[in-house]
């Protein structure tokens, strides 16, 4: 919460639950899934600034849902009633508002935007100093009213351009993305980090820089990162012919470069197969499929996406979204008989769009209350001015164009449940007809709310007649399309496929657009072996004990019911692989589908979703690069609006498989070699500033050493030196000592003489003990908790202890469990390290330290 923001006390009357009774009830409304009632209890359960809980089962939030959405209704002719909308939104079985409107719709205890995701930025090509720090304020304010930002980059000038200011050239585009993720990193609402994409075209001169940005460790941690790719680069990379960038990369350029396309598209190639970043954003399909960019003029033009990347957004636009479970549609699941209820379907399209509808009018009363809240505030005009004025443009644009974001989740579970194998042909086309029906029906249900409710007030039937995807609807139904043309449009753009994360844990399904990931796994939780009836699975390499239970994914479980399998008992791995085999999920899981295939698939899809789809390729571990290059090229051709890789290790999960992994041994070589690589990680020691030198080795700390920085007697160490090499050097046959080069800027190499000597002798003395631990293999963050454990009485070498700690939590992977942590929201003690921070993966709360 705002320093300048008060908590609303409860009503008097008002029951308060307390968070174990809500619990208890919501595990059993969720049928004993734990994790489902937990996340459910801590982020959409209506509750207040003090933590006072006002609803005990997700179905009190449905009944407020309900109640607010049939508010709005009866606004309007032909209005649905509190019952009827309550049906479809109940037990999370057909209509499910995610995110934003889940939690703040009937929410008088916050202060917050119903939008799950916006993007902002600046007329034309302003790149001023005043310009980028507005974005940032904006990013900021956004980010603290829950809402998940995207900006574009491409606007700020490439590094060494002259600028008329003491600095005379641009430091360009990197300096203010390390900016815009420490701001993400800054503002955290409810246990929630703040969420951003950063994005720019692959025209930019310095969108190399741009790509590899986020290949050094520990930078830029706070946002996704995305290319804007167009098609004539992907020409370029294709016939292998130069690439010209230039600034600005659209009009008249005033600085241009050739550069060799074949070697910047192997770099994105490359960091996408080792980290998973950049994405991709084919940004010539966005605009060419774009319903809003037929209004380009009027102050729609596109670009950039929301952090998931599933809305492309104009400047100060926003969406809202809602997402249909398709599993719910399926008769007689997983039995010969099974059929899917398109007429149901096609109702209830209409009802979801009916009430999308219904929730931006909801917005606009939340945005009329965050701008009552800037004028309240007791501080000056110049101070609110940004602020309001962000919000201002937000509420215009929300009135103007009425934007909404149907998508869908379960598209996996539905298909099992057909009896159709997830990335078939047989299967792919069912689904293409699945989304054509959505975009059909959810076009005709806006034709229909513009005749009772009025049009987007922009709507111009000649300005959209050659758009792509209103021809598709023109073809399919030309009657539709006639009506549109008389009564106009209640919504400028309609319909997306987001990810579905915590919403598919509600709903029990599959996410998204997304197969199953695994239909059997294997969670593990710490255990004291000394404890009564307590089970012995694994006992990892530090000693920790564990207990390994098997989980079915939700309705393999249903499969297994259905055809007569106990779900109750114990089942040997062996027994498990050919359950699976029988199953429709075999061969139909996230590692296992065809993955050309499925850009193939995500292609066809597109062609019937005005907006774009968040999808992610899953690849093994042992894939090769060009792997990464063939699938980004297929989706290009197949006509993705983006795609997103993720190569199995290239960022650690929180999932084992089933299969038992061989022990290995985690210690490091017993002899140091003479040349190690480094990194430089500075950190503040009480007010002093102090630099740690981190020898690597197989790309994980193996030593470290730590000096003053710019002191007589200290390290002087430009700001712009991150890596290089500690040597172990001999004075004489029984004397070493250890040395870090570097490369300057001119190419000349730059040595530092005797890093132990730089130590006080205390420091020395623990770096020696921290040293020795990583060079016997403890994992890095059993290092970490000794290293914040040890006891020490003098305050600067506390402060010097804590900038350690955080130097190295740089290197925990993503995923390690924080032994013995419990998580401050719900108790979870599931509680793992992500990027350093420790983040519950129960709740999603998050806390760096």
């Known amino acids: 919460m705002a320093l300048n923001e008060v908590s609303v006390k409860a009503p008097a009357g008002k029951k308060i639950y307390a968070q174990d009774e809500a619990v208890k009830a919501s595990l059993e409304y969720f049928k004993g899934d734990d994790l489902a009632a937990?996340?459910?209890?801590?982020?959409?359960?209506?509750?207040d600034s003090f933590g006072n809980i006002f609803e005990l089962t997700p179905d009190d939030m449905h009944r407020r849902l309900a109640k607010e959405i049939a508010r709005i209704e009866e606004r309007y002719p032909n209005p649905l009633t509190e019952e009827e909308i309550y049906s479809v939104l109940k037990d999370f079985r057909y209509i499910v508002p995610q995110g934003g409107p889940m939690t703040g719709i009937g929410n008088d205890y916050q202060i917050a935007s119903l939008s799950n995701c916006f993007v902002v930025g600046n007329d034309g090509n302003s790149d001023s100093y005043g310009g980028i720090m507005k974005i940032d304020q904006e990013q900021v304010q956004l980010m603290k009213r829950r809402g998940g930002v995207g900006h574009d980059l491409s606007h700020i000038r490439p590094k060494g351009s002259p600028v008329k200011n003491s600095a005379l050239t641009s430091t360009g585009i990197v300096p203010f993305m390390e900016r815009y993720s420490n701001s993400t990193r800054e503002v955290a609402q409810d246990g929630r980090r703040g969420a951003l994409m950063l994005s720019v075209s692959i025209k930019h001169p310095d969108s190399e820089s741009f790509i590899d940005a986020k290949m050094e460790q520990g930078k830029v941690t706070g946002a996704n990162v995305s290319v804007k790719i167009q098609d004539d680069f992907m020409q370029a990379v294709e016939t292998g012919t130069p690439y010209i960038q230039q600034y600005p990369v659209t009009g008249e350029a005033i600085y241009s470069k050739e550069t060799d396309a074949m070697r910047l598209w192997q770099k994105i190639v490359k960091n996408a197969w080792q980290s998973a970043e950049p994405g991709i954003l084919f940004w010539d399909t966005i605009i060419k499929e774009s319903v809003p960019d037929c209004y380009a003029d009027l102050g729609y033009r596109t670009v950039s996406t929301n952090p998931c990347g599933?809305?492309?957004?104009?400047?100060?636009?926003?969406?809202?979204?809602?997402?249909?479970?398709?599993?719910s549609y399926v008769e007689n699941p997983f039995t010969p008989q099974a059929k899917f209820n398109f007429e149901l379907f096609k109702e209830h399209v209409h009802y979801a769009q009916r009430i999308m509808d219904?929730?931006?009018?909801?917005?606009?009363?939340?945005?009329?209350?965050?701008?009552?809240?800037?004028?309240?505030?007791p501080e000056a005009e110049e101070i609110k001015y940004t602020e309001r004025k962000l919000w201002e443009n937000i509420q215009r644009k929300a009135k103007e164009g009425r934007r909404t974001g149907i998508g869908i989740t379960a598209e996996g579970d539905m298909l099992a449940a057909l009896g159709l194998r997830y990335g078939s042909e047989n299967a792919t086309d069912f689904s293409v007809e699945i989304h054509k029906t959505i975009a059909v029906e959810a076009y005709r249900s806006s034709v229909h709310l513009a005749k009772e409710r009025g049009p987007f007030t922009i709507y111009d039937a000649e300005r959209e007649k050659n758009n792509p995807l209103i021809?598709?609807?023109?073809?399919?139904?030309?009657?539709?399309?006639?009506?549109?043309?008389?009564?106009?449009?209640?919504?400028?753009?309609?319909?997306?496929?987001?990810?579905?994360?915590?919403?598919?844990?509600?709903?029990?399904?599959?996410?998204?657009?997304?197969?199953?990931?695994?239909?059997?796994y294997k969670r593990r939780r710490k255990v004291n072996p000394n404890d009564k009836d307590v089970r012995v699975d694994f006992v990892d390499e530090v000693g920790d004990h564990w207990e390994e239970f098997t989980v079915f994914h939700h309705h393999f479980k249903t499969w297994m019911k259905t055809n007569g399998y106990d779900t109750s008992r114990e089942y040997s791995q062996e027994e498990l692989d050919v359950l699976v085999e029988k199953s429709p999920y075999y061969k139909a899981t996230s590692n296992d589908v065809d993955w050309l295939n499925k850009v193939r698939m995500q292609g066809r899809i597109q062609k019937w979703v005005d907006h774009s789809i968040s999808v992610t390729i899953n690849l093994p571990n042992d894939v090769k690069e060009e792997l990464v290059g063939n699938l980004y090229f297929e989706a290009w051709k197949s006509g993705c609006k983006g795609v997103t890789v993720y190569r199995d290790g290239s960022r650690s999960g929180v999932l084992i498989s089933n299969d038992k992994p061989a022990k290995k041994d985690g210690s490091f070589p017993t002899h140091r070699p003479e040349k190690l690589e480094a990194d430089v990680v500075r950190f503040q020691n009480n007010k002093e500033k102090w630099i740690a030198f981190i020898g690597l080795m197989d790309g994980k700390p193996y030593e470290i050493f730590t000096g003053l920085h710019d002191d007589e007697d200290g390290i002087l160490l430009p700001r712009s030196v991150g890596k290089g090499y500690i040597f172990k050097s001999w004075i004489d046959e029984e004397n070493s000592r250890y040395d870090f080069q570097y490369v300057n800027k001119r190419g000349y190499k730059t040595t530092i003489e005797g890093l132990s000597?730089?130590?006080?002798?205390?420091?020395?003395?623990?770096?020696?003990?921290?040293?020795?631990?990583?060079?016997?293999?403890?994992?890095?963050?059993?290092?970490?908790?000794?290293?914040?454990s040890l006891q020490l009485d003098n305050e600067t070498i506390n402060s010097w202890k804590a900038g350690v700690a955080r130097a190295l939590k740089k290197y925990i992977p993503d995923g390690t469990l924080a032994d013995g942590a419990k998580c401050g929201e719900c108790g979870s003690e599931e509680v793992i390290y992500q990027e350093g921070c420790l983040t519950c993966i129960s709740c999603g709360s998050s806390k760096c330290g």
């Not at 770096?767 to 293999?777: D, E, Q, V, Y």
Request: hydrophobic share 40%; with cysteine.
């Open 38 to 47: 937990r996340v459910w209890v801590n982020k959409y359960a209506l509750k």
């Open 310 to 327: 599933e809305i492309p957004l104009c400047p100060y636009d926003s969406c809202r979204l809602l997402a249909i479970n398709l599993y």
């Open 358 to 377: 219904d929730i931006i009018d909801l917005e606009l009363e939340k945005i009329d209350a965050i701008i009552g809240k800037v004028d309240a505030d």
């Open 471 to 520: 021809n598709r609807i023109k073809a399919e139904d030309a009657a539709l399309y006639e009506k549109m043309t008389k009564y106009g449009r209640r919504n400028i753009a309609l319909l997306t496929i987001a990810p579905t994360g915590t919403t598919s844990l509600m709903t029990q399904t599959t996410s998204g657009i997304e197969p199953v990931f695994l239909p059997v």
């Open 757 to 788: 000597h730089k130590f006080n002798p205390v420091y020395w003395n623990y770096a020696k003990l921290i040293s020795g631990t990583l060079r016997h293999g403890m994992p890095i963050h059993k290092v970490v908790e000794l290293v914040t």
